[in-house]
């Protein structure tokens, strides 16, 4: 399984003009490449391929801009990669190989946006307060957890805030939780965000709604500048901080909630909410977007994978808050109107056998009891991964890695899985799937 690790760094002032040289190179190689394509698109020629590409503005653009020269060739390579990976994904998308939402085709990267920088292979060291980067330097890094394995890659970003972080993607593997015989359903909202089927509510921070006003300000103050001069530039980073931290703190509930419940529970069943669909509603997008209903979903999910639990998915369609959780009769949503004349309907009484629900937790208990008659008829909706031990090749090197535990791969290999179908088995073989980095830590 891979996952990302990422921890602050803090360049000095020549490393941090050094990167944004190579930032900014990352960025020309990317965007005169595009731009050729897009030029040999609208007459009617096909896409060269990678290694065409490589020639013509690596190798070639070398020999007439002495400054590409001057920062290291691996991300400039890894750049033209991720074009390479972007107009894949944008053509398999089209012609329906790949599912899911349409990807749409690359675009041009701005200076003002998130820059990136890959490094790959041996062309980066790490020490115990250091990260060495050819042609930048030594750079100070914080620690904050040890890093799982030896990472494969490293992943320089300057997010627009102006703070810097170095993303590695390392092998890790599951670690069996010890079972609490429990499952949990969970229904999300607004008002609430979780409500477990165990009658808990749990309420989210809301830190863009409680920013509001200072983010106005801050954008107003913006919008008075002039463009392309100094005040705008600060006034920008000042609006990026703020909703940098509006992000943090959303994360760091989103990540201490999931981990609890995935610590709490060995099953784990959510609905499966059309979020897209509901941030087009304009009333609700701000209030939607401001919980992090997804994100929680992904984080659940990921964390599920890695300690050996169970995650599942119920359709949408499932009549969760029509239906009484005590009998089952249907119809909820009509009695919701005739039987309960209290501010805003949370509660309503059941008109079959009369017992008294309150909306969330009655939608969170059928939530949980759907996922189970579910269970013996369909397949799970959301895929199983198992993880082959591919830790164990890779001896550990640095002492800053953890040691990965002897007897590891005899967990792998305890099928704890109680749910051994068809569909799982063939999900056995990783090899042929994409590959999809795992974002386990978005936030240290
Ligand atoms: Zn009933």
């Keep these: 399984m891979k996952a990302r690790y990422k921890y602050r760094i803090y360049p000095n002032h020549i490393q941090i003009t050094k990167l944004n040289q190579l930032f900014g190179c990352c960025r020309y190689v990317w965007n005169s490449t595009l731009a050729y394509c897009n030029q040999l698109y609208s007459d009617g020629q096909k896409k060269p391929d990678y290694v065409d590409l490589t020639k013509q503005f690596i190798t070639q653009a070398k020999r007439e801009l002495i400054w590409l020269k001057e920062v290291a060739s691996t991300p ?29 085709p690359p675009k041009f990267k701005s200076k003002k946006s998130r820059q990136t920088a890959r490094f790959v292979g041996k062309n980066y060291q790490v020490s115990q307060d250091k990260i060495y980067l050819p042609k930048v ?44 015989e429990n499952s949990i359903g969970i229904d999300l909202g607004i008002s609430t965000f979780a409500t477990l089927s165990d009658g808990q509510k749990i309420d989210a921070p809301k830190p863009l709604k409680k920013n509001l006003k200072k983010l106005g300000k801050f954008q107003r103050k ?54 897209s669909g509901m941030i087009k509603n304009r009333k609700l997008a701000k209030a939607i977007s401001d919980l992090g209903w997804r994100q929680f979903r992904t984080l659940t999910e990921t964390k599920c994978e890695k300690y050996g639990r169970e995650f599942r998915v119920i359709s949408r369609w499932e009549p969760t808050s029509q239906k009484c959780s005590h009998c089952g009769f249907q119809g909820g949503k009509k009695e919701l109107n005739v039987s309960c004349g209290m501010l805003r309907k949370r509660e309503w009484t059941c008109l079959n056998c009369g017992a008294f629900h309150d909306r969330d937790i009655n939608a969170a208990v059928n939530i ?50 109680k749910r051994q179908t068809g569909k799982l088995a063939d999900s056995n073989d990783v090899s042929t799937r994409p590959e999809s980095f795992l974002q386990l830590s978005l936030f240290d």
């Design 76 to 104: 400039l390579q890894q750049s033209l990669k991720d074009l390479d990976q972007a107009y894949r994904n944008f053509f398999d998308s089209c012609t329906g190989k790949r599912k899911g939402i349409k990807v749409k």
């Design 137 to 180: 330097g030594k750079i100070k890094i914080v620690w904050s957890r040890p890093l799982a394995s030896q990472p494969s890659s490293v992943t320089i970003i300057k997010d627009s805030a102006g703070r810097y972080f170095a993303s590695f993607v390392v092998d890790t593997c599951v670690e069996y939780l010890p079972e609490s």
């Design 222 to 275: 913006l919008a008075q500048t002039e463009l392309g001069s100094k005040r705008r530039e600060k006034a920008q980073v000042r609006v990026a901080k703020l909703h940098a931290k509006v992000k943090d703190i959303r994360t760091d509930f989103l990540h201490k909630l999931s981990t609890d419940l995935v610590r709490k529970y060995d099953v784990i069943v959510l609905e499966d909410l059309n979020v």
């Design 368 to 417: 949980l009891n759907t996922q189970s008659a579910l269970e013996t008829v369909n397949q799970p909706i959301t895929k199983v991964e198992t993880v082959k031990a591919t830790v164990a090749k890779n001896p550990i090197q640095l002492s800053l890695f953890n040691k990965v535990a002897e007897g590891q791969t005899e967990t792998i290999k305890r099928t704890r899985r």
